[in-house]
């Protein structure tokens, strides 16, 4: 069965310091990965994704992730946080192949930024 | 662009009532799912649908019924709402060939007392 796990409850970080979230993933084959962004009271919104092909991959607002096969880990990273990227974050995992198809989602990590 | 519209958006019901949650999408996406987010569990998948007029459980489906009569709309039912069903609901749907990204609604906020 595919699982995620996020293990950061909640991280707090100045603004205009670096980020990283951590997540790590259970899954017998190479998963689809996702990470998504959801602000306070609004939908989920894709950041970034990957599928296959350059570990390093880049998605919207500055944020970049890299996929680590032999740590099962896909950890999203931001150089410089603004306050508007406090957010709650969360991590997904599909299977590459299925006709049965569902995403999981880690427990999601609350981003605080402050002044 | 619509995207993936949930309606209502907010709902109080009392413990027993019955009420629907509709979902309706404008991309032609073939599956669609019914989450539920708790705090400090995520999303958890309650029920899911790879076309018209076929649906399955997910990981919570108890307490929930679905329906998907139309490709564009996937309904979620509450029949006998419990204080355990206060959450928020979140609707979703991709298509069936590429990358699996899925692209969600605003969500829905139901309390029940």
């Known amino acids: 069965a595919q699982s995620v796990t996020q293990p950061d409850i909640h991280i707090t970080v100045s603004e205009g310091a670096s980020l990283e979230l951590r997540c790590n993933y259970s899954?017998?084959?190479?998963?689809?990965l996702f990470w998504y962004v959801q602000s306070p009271g609004q939908g989920l919104q894709l950041l970034l994704k990957?599928?296959?092909?350059?570990?390093l991959v880049q998605g919207i607002k500055g944020f970049e992730a890299e996929f680590k096969r032999s740590q099962s880990s896909f950890n999203l990273r931001k150089p410089s946080v603004h306050w508007s990227d406090a957010a709650e974050y969360f991590c997904?995992?599909?299977?590459?192949?299925?006709?049965?198809?569902?995403?999981?989602f880690g427990a999601g990590t609350t981003v605080t930024v402050r002044a | 662009n619509a995207g993936v519209t949930q309606t209502p958006k907010f709902r109080v019901l009392k413990t027993g009532q019955s009420m629907t949650l509709l979902c309706a999408q404008d991309?032609?996406?073939?599956?669609m799912y019914w989450y539920r987010q708790d705090p400090g569990m995520g999303l958890r998948l309650i029920h899911y649908?790879?076309?018209?007029?076929?649906?399955a459980k997910g990981e919570v489906p108890d307490g929930y019924n679905v329906s998907r009569l139309k490709k564009q709309n996937f309904l979620l039912g509450l029949e006998s709402a419990a204080p355990s069903q206060t959450s928020v609901y979140f609707c979703?749907?991709?298509?069936?060939?590429?990358?699996?990204?899925?692209?969600f609604g605003e969500g829905s906020r139901l309390t029940v007392l």
């Open positions: 979703a749907s991709r298509n069936r060939e590429g990358t699996g990204e899925l692209f």
């Open positions: 991309m032609n996406h073939e599956y």
């Open positions: 997904a995992v599909g299977p590459a192949r299925s006709n049965d198809y569902k995403l999981s």
């Open positions: 899954y017998g084959a190479t998963p689809y």
């Open positions: 990957y599928f296959s092909g350059d570990t």
């Open positions: 649908s790879v076309g018209e007029g076929t649906t």
